[in-house]
C-alpha cells in the first residue's frame, strides 16, 4: 500500500475549517435542546451557570457517543467545564490505576493497592 502524500497547509487548512464548521452545528443542535430541557446546573459540581459564563456549562454524552441525541436528552448531562474534562479523563485512564470506567462498580478505583503484590517480591530474613 503506497503512503499517502502529507497535506499542504492550505488544503489542511480548509479540512480543518470544514470540520471545525460541522462539528459546531452538530453540537448547537443539541446544546440548545439541552439548555432548554436542563437546570443551568453543573450535575458533577452543582455551580449555576447564568449568562455570560452559560457557556463554561457543555453537553456530555453519558454514552460517550455524540451521534446519540434522543429528542428526551436521556444521553446527556450538563457539566461545566472542569467536570467534563475529568470525565472524560477519568474514562480514558480506566485500567491504569487512575479512575473508574464505564460499568466499573462505585469506588473500584479505590481499590488499586501499588504494594499489594509486595509480599511476593521481598523475602523475609532466614533465621
Request: with cysteine.
Amino acid at each position: 500500500m503506497k503512503p499517502k502524500k502529507p497535506m499542504d497547509a492550505a488544503e489542511r487548512k480548509r479540512v480543518l475549517d470544514q470540520l471545525h464548521r460541522e462539528t459546531a452545528a452538530r453540537a448547537a443542535g443539541y446544546r440548545e435542546r439541552a439548555l432548554k430541557l436542563f437546570p443551568h446546573v453543573c450535575a458533577s459540581c452543582a455551580r449555576e451557570f447564568a449568562g455570560v459564563r452559560l457557556k463554561e456549562l457543555t453537553v456530555h454524552h453519558k454514552d460517550h457517543n455524540h451521534d446519540h441525541n434522543p429528542p428526551d436528552g436521556s444521553n446527556w448531562e450538563l457539566l461545566c467545564l472542569y467536570c467534563h474534562d475529568h470525565e472524560h479523563e477519568k474514562n480514558g485512564m480506566a485500567g491504569h490505576g487512575g479512575g473508574g470506567g464505564v460499568g466499573d462498580p462505585p469506588g473500584a478505583s479505590t481499590l488499586f493497592n501499588p504494594f499489594g503484590q509486595l509480599d511476593g517480591l521481598v523475602k523475609p530474613p532466614e533465621s
